[in-house]
């Protein structure tokens, strides 16, 4: 019966094929290889989403907590420009350092901004430059439309990134209220420092990073970046 059934079956094939059944059997068997070959050169879409989901948890990894450095020098600063993983991605801004860690697409090794780390990029920012001698922090000479943007790019790393630091500046400077201090103290005895006569000393920014400006209390004087500077060339004016 079975038998019957199966040739049957056999000549209806032939009949509307024109091909035996061991052909049509023998062409099946080859396009099943042929699939198997070709989508071996192509990520299932199983292992396409296993590498997604895998990439998706790297860079959504639990980052460790911003870890508060207190004062560095700029040396220091150097060893958190991501080539070593272990440590935080840092950058900093008008002497301001931020953990940029969440964004290490950017700033991380082989990142569009990876020149930027574990530097103070202040000056490369205001004039939107990349070039090696504008990677500083010294923001001395610049023209009232630099010192915008460079507001504007340190209101936005304020309100994205978490302060952890500020950057210890070699000689200090007086270019602000948080130094009227030293003005005051120096004044009468020494010439209030010559920020931007050369550009050996780096001159400390605005509201001076030191101690006691902590995140969160620095939009206010920020603002007053570019007052101050203009403040201290008056300062110098009054005395010449
Ligand atoms: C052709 C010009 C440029 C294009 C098309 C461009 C494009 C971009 C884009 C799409 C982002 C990502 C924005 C986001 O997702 O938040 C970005 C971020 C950034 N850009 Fe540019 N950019 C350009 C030039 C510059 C220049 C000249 C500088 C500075 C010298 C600069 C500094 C930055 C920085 C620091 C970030 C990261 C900000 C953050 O941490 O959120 N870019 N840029």
Redesign the pocket.
């Known amino acids: 019966m079975a038998l019957q059934q199966w040739d049957a079956w056999k000549e209806s094939i032939i009949e509307s094929t024109g091909l035996s059944p061991a052909t049509i059997f023998t062409i099946v068997a080859l396009a099943v290889a042929f699939y198997y070959a070709i989508s071996g050169f192509f990520p299932s879409s199983d292992h396409a989403h296993h590498q997604r989901s895998r990439d998706f948890e790297e860079q959504t990894q639990v980052l460790p907590p911003p870890v508060q450095l207190g004062e560095v020098t700029e040396d220091e600063l150097k060893e958190y420009d991501g080539s070593d993983p272990k440590k935080p991605l840092l950058m900093a801004i008008k002497g301001q350092i931020y953990d ?1 860690s969440q ?1 290490r697409m ?2 991380g090794p082989g990142g ?2 990876a020149l ?1 780390a574990g530097k103070d990029a202040s000056r ?2 205001a004039k ?3 070039e090696e001698k504008d990677l500083t922090g010294d923001i001395s000479g610049l023209g009232a439309f630099e010192l915008d943007a460079l507001q504007d ?1 340190e209101y ?2 304020m309100s ?2 978490v302060k952890v630091g500020t950057v210890k500046q070699a000689v200090p400077v007086n270019d602000g209220q948080a130094n009227d201090k030293t003005i005051e103290a120096t004044d009468g005895e020494a010439k209030p420092a010559e920020d931007d006569a050369s550009g050996s000393a780096k001159p400390l920014e605005d509201d001076g990073p030191s101690k006691g400006s902590e995140a969160g209390a620095d939009a206010p004087s920020e603002t007053a970046a570019a007052e101050s500077v203009v403040k201290s060339e008056a300062d110098v004016d009054k005395k010449d």
Do not use: E, I, N, T
């Open positions: 940029v964004s950017f700033y569009p901004y930027f490369a920012l939107l430059s990349f790019w936005k790393f994205k990134y």
